[in-house]
């Protein structure tokens, strides 16, 4: 569930957390993770990995009628080249057609690096300040006899980019690359199910480790500074997590009011890591200081059940959003909604996961990709009541042939919410 990581900050901070105020000093958070060793982490996708991923995007290329696909910085960049590089108003992308190597375009001064990254073969054609980019794009379709044909553009390609190349190649028809890339990248290959293993297992030793160190009073940003050190102790990288403490956790992504542990309140972790470029997504709530209330535990345990509806109703062939149909026929069994009406479940039952934390496909009411094997998503219908309180248990799975299996098994009942 967690949102953009920035948004997750600035929430936590409106909410009373900034760091130069925090409840607890640096050296208490190197504390709370010093007995946890390091996770051997699996390697990071192979060169040969990701030639095998450009020669698949290739054969969708073909059966799809489209001459080539140009992808920006991002996921999808690193996904095909090794290369990780951020967005800017300079173009670095790269460029794959239809046959043969791809190239990258990248500013001359950023050549050096973008070489140093790159694990495929492909050539690089770097632009000066004063130079158009995407001339060196159309100019590289015309040598190739593909600047006629459809140009891929991956999804979060940004306007600019269509608009400036249109200018070179007037006629040149632009078309959704998803048939290519979200094809590719749906699927995962079992070296990227072990990296996601493994951010998963940090994640959850980190929510282990942090637990016995919640205190009264604290804030998110407390918290998320125990899960931060605990998260790097084992290998993992992350900027935090979501932390909602109370009435908050009855709001998906959180409030802006000032949030502190309570005793007998509700505390919502939704957090997760980057494993050589894969992501983790794992929630637990619990109650603080106290046994639970009779609508705190009934809750939770009809969320947990809820889970395991999902789970049931993930079959390999079945619908995507025929998983969030299941989910939601049961809650409103249970005087919840109708649909995403609250108090209830007001968001999809779960999304994609991979090298970003949401990813295409998701599981929500009228999705109808069939489900296949290698896909990935989470498992997360939260229950939220307004004003009161909400209780979100969130577990990623990955669909086999034999169907859903979990990367981390879901925890027995509120009042063991970490084993």
């Known amino acids: 569930m967690t949102a953009l990581k920035l948004s997750r900050r600035a929430l936590m901070q409106s909410g009373g957390?900034?760091?130069?105020?925090?409840?607890?000093?640096?050296?208490?958070?190197?504390?709370?993770?010093?007995?946890?060793?390091?996770?051997?982490?699996?390697?990071?996708?192979?060169?040969e990995e990701r030639?095998?991923?450009?020669?698949?995007?290739?054969?969708?290329?073909?059966?799809?009628?489209?001459?080539s696909v140009l992808v920006e910085a991002g996921p999808s960049l690193d996904y095909f080249t090794g290369i990780q590089w951020w967005r800017s108003e300079r173009l670095t992308a790269v460029v794959i057609p239809a046959q043969g190597e791809p190239i990258v375009v990248t500013p001359f001064f950023e050549g050096p690096s973008i070489r140093e990254m790159l694990v495929?073969?492909?050539?690089?054609r770097?632009?000066?300040?004063?130079?158009?980019?995407?001339?060196?794009?159309a100019d590289?379709?015309?040598e190739r006899g593909v600047a006629n044909a459809p140009i891929g553009f991956e999804e979060t390609n940004r306007y600019f980019i269509m608009n400036r190349l249109q200018r070179q190649l007037p006629d040149a028809k632009i078309v959704s690359a998803n048939p290519v890339v979200r094809q590719v990248r749906m699927i995962k290959t079992p070296a990227e199910l072990a990296l996601m293993q493994a951010a998963a297992d940090i994640t959850v030793n980190a929510f282990r480790s942090i637990h016995p160190n919640i205190r009264e009073g604290m804030t998110p940003a407390d918290i998320d500074m125990l899960y931060v050190a605990a998260v790097e102790a084992q290998g993992g990288k992350t900027d935090g997590g979501l932390i909602l403490l109370g009435e908050a956790a009855a709001y998906p992504h959180g409030s802006g009011k000032p949030q502190h542990v309570r005793k007998g309140e509700v505390v919502l972790l939704d957090c997760g890591c980057d494993v050589h470029g894969y992501q983790s997504d794992i929630s637990r709530t619990f109650v603080y200081g106290g046994?639970?209330?009779?609508?705190?535990?009934?809750?939770?345990e009809q969320m947990r059940r809820g889970q395991d509806i999902a789970m049931a109703a993930a079959k390999v062939g079945a619908p995507a959003g025929s998983v969030d149909d299941a989910v939601r026929s049961a809650y409103e069994s249970w005087g919840y909604g109708p649909g995403y009406k609250l108090p209830g479940t007001s968001h999809r039952t779960g999304h994609g996961?991979?090298?970003?934390?949401?990813?295409?496909?998701?599981?929500?009411h009228g999705e109808?990709?069939?489900?296949?094997?290698?896909?990935c998503f989470s498992n997360e219908p939260g229950i939220y009541l307004p004003g009161k309180f909400g209780i979100r248990l969130e577990d990623c799975f990955h669909m086999t042939e034999a169907g859903p299996k979990w990367f981390t098994v879901p925890p027995p009942s509120i009042d063991r919410p970490f084993d």
Do not use: C, Y
Request: proline share 11%; aromatic share 4%; no cysteine.
């Open 140 to 142: 590289f379709l015309k």
């Open 51 to 67: 030639l095998s991923r450009l020669a698949r995007a290739r054969e969708l290329m073909q059966k799809n009628g489209i001459g």
């Open 291 to 300: 046994a639970p209330s009779a609508d705190q535990r009934k809750v939770w």
């Open 353 to 364: 996961i991979g090298m970003e934390g949401h990813e295409p496909v998701n599981l929500v």
């Open 126 to 137: 770097a632009w000066q300040e004063d130079e158009e980019p995407l001339k060196l794009v």
């Open 368 to 375: 109808m990709t069939p489900l296949a094997p290698g896909m």
């Open 120 to 124: 495929v073969p492909a050539e690089v």
């Open 17 to 47: 957390a900034l760091a130069l105020t925090s409840f607890i000093p640096d050296r208490i958070a190197a504390a709370a993770s010093a007995d946890i060793a390091p996770v051997k982490l699996p390697p990071p996708i192979s060169a």
